[in-house]
């Protein structure tokens, strides 16, 4: 069985402050692993993923993660929050492959204060 | 990246009605897609599991006469909601693996704001 706890359903960070944002996951097998962003009322957009390679991942717009297997951590960072930046943010996980199911976490909401 | 599209963006029904929604992958084939429902302010609820040629899957607790859904080809997965009630407003997201891609990455649709009155 798989799944992803995010801590923190919402987080606010002032306008160019270190934007942290923290998923565990639980899986059985190696997992793959992803952050998504999703904007009001619009899908989801992926902003990385980890699917054993390198360890820390960068993605898009400046936000990274890294993958700590003993830690089964996969939390997202990025150095400096943008107004951009105001969305809703889920991590899931899924087994490996083409045809298995995501599972999300509860997502974690961040505010900008500018 | 892949591009699903998902039709309409948003819809309003009366109550009892029927509404289809499209998934359809533009530019890549999947033989699975996914149909997710969000309520505000909460995760994705995968609600069942679209296999091109064949019965979706359903997840746990969620009607499959209600929620009838077609995958007739490689690139267009429907989620029919039918004779609506308010209690069916949510919101719609459909997701697509590619089958000749790397493994992994999902591509979503931009979903759906179902309300019924």
């Known amino acids: 069985a798989q799944s992803v706890t995010q801590l923190g359903s919402h987080v606010s960070v002032s306008e160019g402050a270190l934007v942290l944002l923290r998923c565990n996951y639980s899986?059985?097998?190696?997992?793959?692993l992803f952050w998504y962003v999703q904007y009001p009322n619009q899908g989801l957009q992926l902003l990385l993923k980890?699917?054993?390679?390198?360890?820390l991942v960068k993605g898009i717009n400046g936000f990274e993660a890294e993958f700590k297997k003993s830690e089964t951590s996969f939390h997202l960072t990025k150095p400096s929050a943008h107004m951009s930046d105001a969305a809703e943010y889920f991590c899931a996980v899924s087994d490996s492959g083409t045809g298995n199911q995501f599972y999300f976490g509860t997502g974690t909401s961040l505010t900008v204060i500018p | 990246g892949a591009v699903v599209s998902q039709h309409p963006s948003r819809v309003i029904c009366k109550s009892g009605t029927s509404v289809k929604i499209e998934c359809r992958s533009l530019?890549?084939?999947?033989?699975?897609m996914f149909w997710y429902r969000q309520f505000p302010k909460q995760s994705l609820m995968l609600m069942a599991t679209?296999?091109?040629?064949?019965?979706?899957?359903?997840e746990q607790g969620v009607e499959k006469d209600k929620f009838l859904i077609n995958h007739a080809s490689l690139t267009l997965s429907t989620l029919t909601v039918t004779s609506a009630h308010p209690e069916d407003s949510s919101f719609y997201i459909c997701?697509?693996?590619?089958?000749?891609?790397?493994?992994?990455?999902?591509?979503f649709g931009q979903g759906t704001r179902l309300t019924v009155v």
């Open positions: 899986s059985s097998v190696p997992p793959y």
């Open positions: 980890y699917t054993s390679a390198a360890t």
């Open positions: 679209s296999n091109e040629g064949s019965k979706a899957t359903y």
């Open positions: 530019d890549f084939q999947a033989t699975t």
């Open positions: 997701s697509a693996r590619d089958r000749g891609g790397a493994m992994g990455e999902a591509f």
